[in-house]
């Protein structure tokens, strides 16, 4: 790929539509597209450094001049034209008073675009030659570095017509342009310094988004949600480690060595920020902007039968043997005009091996990434001390659901509940008689409305490379942490694992060879 080379590509989706895009960026963009299009006016309109591109939802034809729109007519029509100009058909030059060419506006006859102004729009149409043909289009200008790749750029909004976009692309390629590479637009926008590559990763989240909150939350990873707080951890990780160094570069000199407890203290409080970012994150691969909900609770309470209960169908495989559900099962909940993603993962028992080990800890996994916890109770236990091991693995809001209400009264884990002082509300249930199964909806609902669930205090949504490189980080801060309290010295050895720690964080953000490889394949053309 040769950065000197101006490129282009169509930069909309495939297929027929109203409006299509093909993009130029380059050195020579200004110059082919000159070659090709002529300007149906013979104003072209200017804003110095707008916040959004002018005219960008205008119709086919039509481009928006500030305050005052100029149109392409047709022949014999009058066109209707701002203060100080007069137009009086289309073979007709305007008047205006002597070297003067209208707020907002330059004077692009002659000159062609290369008199154009930084950032623009005109009407015009784009002469294919070869073919015989002119094609109406409205034409973008923005000049570097004001640009998304920083370069000149050029857009033509031209028709959707799936046999001529093409010849578009075909005509500025025979006039100098190379075909751009799968996400090159946006390779030139990370090189120059327009996006980190975390950033860069977004764009085609954006793309792909499925649901408006998915959208949202890929425009949040697109304006460097993610980027400005790895930022901030890599920022500590950094002061850490230059205490580290003082300590080790100055151990001869006559100066003071920084405490080991401050050391600890500061690597403890960053590893728990991290943990705590990794832990509210969302994966990119699922987000789809639902709450999502978590049935917790010890083997063989009745979280699958209140699952299929509150599915209100035989969803997940109900039996008397405890441990029947080993993988997290995942179903739509409908509940009050809201959609909840609602999970059903194994029981929370000590691990007897290695797979139920690895049972448990996605069960964890799954219970660490919800925003609202079910806590199964079962009304027939005959005690719940045990159960304050679940408190120290919920990190969520919670509601209470008392299961079996049918055997037994609810009120051993009311007063439970009680005791702990939680802030859940309880709801008594049976999976064989129904008996609750609306209230828990409705308790449900209270959660998420009336602010008992913060979506405010999710984390961002990351990617699966994001995710990796964060459980690096982590690893590699908790072994800087452990080392750093040992009561012998061990400071070139936190020094090595707090720069493993910064690396992996670098990578988020950072243009590595490698993690560039891995972003843009995924990239289609045009991006």
Same mark, same amino acid.
């Given at each position: 790929?040769?950065?000197?080379?101006?490129?282009?590509?169509?930069?909309?989706?495939?297929?027929? $539509?109203?409006?299509? /895009?093909?993009? =130029?960026?380059?050195?020579?963009?200004?110059?082919?597209? *000159?070659?090709?299009?002529?300007?149906?006016?013979?104003?072209?309109?200017?804003?110095?450094?707008?916040?959004?591109?002018?005219?960008?939802?205008?119709?086919?034809?039509?481009?928006?001049?500030?305050?005052?729109?100029?149109?392409?007519?047709?022949?014999?029509?009058?066109?209707?034209?701002?203060?100080?100009?007069?137009? +009086?058909?289309?073979?007709?030059?305007?008047?205006? @008073?002597?070297?003067?060419?209208?707020?907002?506006?330059?004077?692009?006859?002659?000159?062609? %675009? $290369?008199?154009?102004?930084?950032?623009?729009?005109?009407?015009?149409?784009?002469?294919?030659?070869?073919?015989?043909?002119?094609?109406?289009?409205?034409?973008?200008?923005?000049?570097?570095?004001?640009?998304?790749?920083?370069?000149?750029?050029?857009?033509?909004?031209?028709?959707? #017509?799936?046999?001529?976009?093409?010849?578009?692309?075909?005509? =500025?390629?025979?006039?100098?342009?190379?075909?751009?590479?799968?996400?090159?637009?946006?390779? &030139?926008? !990370? %090189? &120059?310094?327009? !996006?980190?590559?975390?950033?860069?990763?977004?764009?085609?989240?954006?793309?792909?988004?499925?649901?408006?909150?998915?959208?949202?939350?890929?425009?949040? =990873?697109?304006?460097?949600?993610?980027?400005?707080?790895?930022?901030?951890?890599?920022?500590?990780?950094?002061?850490?480690?230059?205490?580290?160094?003082?300590?080790? *570069?100055?151990?001869?000199?006559?100066?003071?060595?920084?405490?080991?407890?401050?050391?600890?203290?500061? /690597?403890?409080?960053?590893?728990?920020?991290?943990?705590?970012?990794?832990?509210?994150?969302?994966?990119?691969?699922?987000?789809?902007?639902?709450?999502?909900?978590? /049935?917790?609770? #010890?083997?063989?309470?009745?979280?699958?039968?209140?699952?299929?209960?509150?599915?209100?169908?035989?969803?997940?495989?109900?039996?008397?043997?405890?441990?029947?559900?080993?993988?997290?099962? @995942?179903?739509?909940?409908? =509940?009050?005009?809201?959609?909840?993603?609602?999970?059903?993962?194994?029981?929370?028992?000590?691990?007897?091996?290695?797979?139920?080990?690895?049972?448990?800890?996605?069960?964890?996994?799954?219970?660490? &990434?919800?925003?609202?916890?079910? %806590? $199964?109770?079962?009304?027939?236990?005959?005690?719940?001390?045990?159960?304050?091991?679940?408190?120290?693995?919920?990190?969520?809001?919670?509601?209470?659901?008392?299961?079996?209400?049918?055997?037994?009264?609810? *009120?051993?884990?009311?007063? #439970?509940?009680?005791?702990?002082?939680?802030?859940?509300?309880?709801?008594?249930?049976?999976?064989?008689?129904?008996?609750?199964?609306?209230?828990?909806?409705?308790?449900?609902?209270?959660?998420?409305?009336?602010? +008992?669930? *913060?979506?405010?205090?999710?984390?961002?949504?990351?990617?699966?490379?994001?995710?990796?490189?964060?459980?690096?980080?982590?690893?590699?801060?908790?072994?800087?942490?452990?080392?750093?309290?040992?009561?012998?010295?061990?400071?070139?050895?936190?020094?090595?694992?707090?720069?493993?720690?910064?690396?992996?964080?670098?990578? /988020?953000?950072?243009?590595?060879?490698?993690?560039?490889?891995?972003?843009?394949?995924?990239?289609?053309?045009?991006?």
């Amino acid at each position: 790929m040769n950065l000197d080379d101006t490129i282009v590509a169509v930069s909309s989706p495939a297929g027929g $539509a109203e409006r299509a /895009i093909v993009r =130029l960026s380059g050195t020579r963009a200004v110059a082919i597209a *000159d070659g090709l299009f002529t300007l149906d006016q013979l104003t072209f309109s200017r804003r110095a450094c707008p916040a959004r591109l002018p005219g960008k939802d205008a119709p086919p034809g039509r481009a928006h001049t500030g305050p005052h729109q100029t149109r392409t007519s047709r022949p014999g029509h009058t066109v209707a034209a701002p203060p100080g100009r007069t137009h +009086t058909g289309p073979n007709r030059k305007r008047t205006s @008073r002597p070297g003067h060419t209208g707020a907002g506006h330059t004077d692009a006859a002659g000159a062609g %675009l $290369a008199a154009a102004p930084t950032y623009g729009a005109c009407a015009g149409h784009l002469t294919l030659a070869h073919h015989h043909m002119q094609v109406p289009a409205t034409l973008y200008l923005m000049r570097a570095p004001r640009s998304y790749t920083c370069e000149d750029v050029v857009e033509f909004h031209v028709g959707g #017509w799936p046999a001529v976009v093409p010849l578009v692309v075909e005509a =500025l390629v025979t006039a100098g342009a190379r075909p751009a590479e799968p996400g090159e637009f946006t390779f &030139r926008a !990370l %090189l &120059r310094g327009r !996006l980190d590559v975390a950033q860069a990763e977004a764009v085609m989240a954006v793309v792909d988004a499925g649901s408006r909150a998915a959208l949202r939350a890929a425009a949040g =990873l697109l304006g460097g949600d993610l980027s400005r707080r790895v930022g901030a951890l890599g920022d500590r990780v950094r002061e850490a480690l230059a205490l580290v160094e003082v300590d080790l *570069d100055f151990s001869d000199h006559d100066v003071p060595p920084v405490p080991p407890a401050d050391i600890a203290h500061r /690597i403890g409080a960053v590893r728990a920020d991290l943990a705590d970012l990794g832990r509210r994150s969302r994966a990119m691969e699922t987000f789809d902007g639902r709450v999502r909900l978590v /049935i917790a609770g #010890w083997p063989n309470v009745g979280k699958s039968s209140l699952f299929n209960r509150l599915l209100a169908r035989d969803r997940a495989i109900v039996a008397e043997t405890p441990g029947t559900t080993r993988d997290e099962l @995942r179903d739509t909940l409908h =509940l009050g005009g809201l959609a909840m993603a609602l999970s059903d993962v194994a029981g929370l028992d000590a691990a007897r091996d290695e797979l139920e080990g690895k049972v448990r800890a996605k069960a964890l996994e799954a219970i660490g &990434r919800a925003d609202l916890v079910i %806590l $199964a109770l079962d009304a027939t236990a005959a005690s719940y001390h045990r159960t304050d091991e679940l408190l120290s693995l919920v990190a969520a809001p919670m509601v209470v659901a008392v299961t079996k209400c049918d055997l037994a009264p609810p *009120d051993g884990a009311r007063a #439970w509940v009680r005791e702990r002082g939680l802030a859940a509300e309880v709801v008594p249930t049976s999976a064989v008689t129904g008996q609750g199964i609306d209230a828990l909806g409705e308790a449900l609902v209270r959660a998420v409305t009336g602010g +008992t669930v *913060d979506r405010q205090a999710a984390g961002p949504v990351v990617t699966a490379r994001h995710r990796a490189a964060l459980e690096r980080a982590a690893v590699a801060l908790v072994r800087a942490h452990r080392l750093a309290r040992r009561p012998e010295p061990a400071g070139e050895l936190v020094a090595l694992e707090l720069g493993e720690a910064l690396d992996a964080l670098a990578a /988020i953000t950072g243009a590595r060879g490698d993690v560039l490889d891995e972003v843009f394949s995924r990239f289609c053309i045009g991006k």
